[in-house]
């Protein structure tokens, strides 16, 4: 019987259990959490078949699945328990392995690029993956069979495996991931402030959506990849200027840059097909 130990209920964790559970991955999930309401509503929920205060050794694998802070940690004392597989689903490489050094060379960084702005095991799906991106960040220290074995967990709950180095992963998700939840958070509190939301359409909705996400997890994350936010934070804060100045002066220069960013988005729409 192969059993996973899950640490960390919520979306991202709970929905590879069930996944692995409909795909026969994993005989027995063994779930851990800080949070005991979500470790119970993950026992009735069948996402996990029992509970448990912290790793054992009888693990065939082990899926840290809780906010970036925490994951160096937790993947330390896995190593420790488990000879088996040991690995994340964390938004942000670089600082984990950095604060794992020496890194354990069963550990293997991932980060499957699903989620949503739900969370909890109560969102937890189990075909959350399907036909969606697992990047796989391995370093010189880590385990061939570890990753091989990894890559085969991902596979087989649908998703489509790629590789990456920690620094190229970090610096693209500060651009796609990280940056627009940065700015969600900060349109939703300014936009708080200056309201009442009134007539809200949808465009109001779609745009504040990620302003929902778990507050842990983008703590952690907007801290940890700060310095490859940064930058991208800076180009945004001057293109914003440069969209005030047109828009002052109106006429051709605005309509340009409006064309630009409507240009940009439609060449985006097509190759994302």
């Known amino acids: 019987m ?3 130990l899950l640490i960390g209920t919520g979306l991202v964790g709970g929905s590879f259990a069930k996944a692995a559970k409909t795909r026969a991955v994993f005989d027995r999930i063994v779930g851990v959490d800080r949070d005991r309401g979500a470790l119970d509503r993950a026992l009735e929920l069948d996402i996990i078949d029992e509970a448990a205060d912290g790793p054992g050794s ?5 899926c840290v699945a809780v906010p970036v802070g925490a994951i160096a940690d937790h ?10 597989p040991v690995f994340d689903v964390g938004s942000v490489k670089g600082p984990v392995i950095d604060a794992l050094h020496p890194m354990p060379p069963n550990f293997v960084p991932c980060h499957p690029i699903a989620g949503s702005e739900l969370h909890g095991p109560t969102a937890a799906r189990a075909d ?3 036909d969606r991106v697992a990047v796989m960040t ?3 220290e880590t385990d061939g069979g570890a990753l091989d074995a990894v890559r085969g967990y991902w596979e087989a709950v649908g998703a489509r495996v790629v590789e990456q180095t920690p620094v190229s992963h970090d ?4 651009l796609v991931s990280h940056l627009p939840h940065l700015v969600a958070f900060a349109f939703m509190d300014a936009a708080a402030r200056a309201g009442p939301f009134q007539h809200v359409g949808n465009g109001f909705r779609d745009f504040v959506r990620i302003a929902g996400a778990d507050v842990d997890v983008w703590t952690d994350i907007l801290h ?3 310095g490859q936010i940064r930058p991208r934070l800076d180009e945004l804060i001057k293109t914003l200027g440069d969209f005030r100045s047109a828009m002052e002066k109106g006429g051709e220069s605005l309509r340009r840059r409006v064309e630009s960013a409507a240009s940009a988005k439609r060449a985006f729409d097509e190759a994302d097909r």
């Open 2 to 4: 192969r059993s996973l």
């Open 58 to 62: 009888d693990c065939d694998a082990v």
């Open 75 to 84: 993947v330390r004392d896995a190593a420790l328990h488990c000879s088996g």
């Open 128 to 130: 959350l993956f399907e």
């Open 138 to 140: 391995p370093v010189a």
């Open 171 to 174: 610096r693209c998700f500060a």
């Open 224 to 226: 940890a990849n700060a």
